[in-house]
């Protein structure tokens, strides 16, 4: 995994405000709807972004089938797909966002290509990371042991 300092965490997490986020899925208990819930809750704007279900609406925005879709720009990618599905959505990012500034690969996503190119046209590329997980860890939503406080199980 590649080491990310805190400060630059910490930093793209404050610059970032409006966040597209590829491969979002409807269903409630799958990580990539409760981590775009989470950064909405959070003050981000969350454009998500899925062609199966582009044209629903989901945390009050509209589903877009592609990041070509989405009207004005973006701040952050966010991609939750497979690594070997990233270059396209990098290149189509690259493409369609001048003022682009973060690329967002989640846990188990990773693609060395895709991130070389990005990050030669200035983007900063972060692979293999949550942003839910790394917001709680850096503005102090975690406890002691990494769980986040709020939901307390009797079943433990």
């Not at 981000?44 to 004005?72: D, T, W």
Request: glycine residues 8%.
């Amino acid at each position: 995994m590649a080491e990310y300092s805190d400060q630059m965490l910490k930093d793209v997490l404050t610059r970032t405000k409006r966040i597209a986020v590829v491969g979002v899925s409807m269903n409630p208990v799958r990580p990539s709807y409760y981590v775009a819930r989470y950064l909405t809750l959070k003050g981000y704007s969350v454009v998500p972004v899925n062609p199966g279900h582009a044209g629903k609406m989901l945390f009050g925005q509209k589903v877009v089938a592609s990041l070509r879709e989405i009207e004005g720009g973006v701040d952050m990618v966010d991609v939750f797909r497979r690594s070997e599905a990233v270059p396209p959505i990098v290149d189509e990012a690259l493409e369609v966002f001048p003022d682009l500034q973060t690329i967002w690969m989640q846990i188990g996503v990773e693609h060395a290509e895709a991130a070389a190119k990005a990050e030669a046209r200035g983007v900063t590329v972060i692979q293999d990371r949550c942003p839910k997980i790394e917001y709680q860890r850096l503005f102090g939503e975690l406890r002691m042991g990494g769980f986040a406080t709020g939901v307390i199980s009797s079943k433990l």
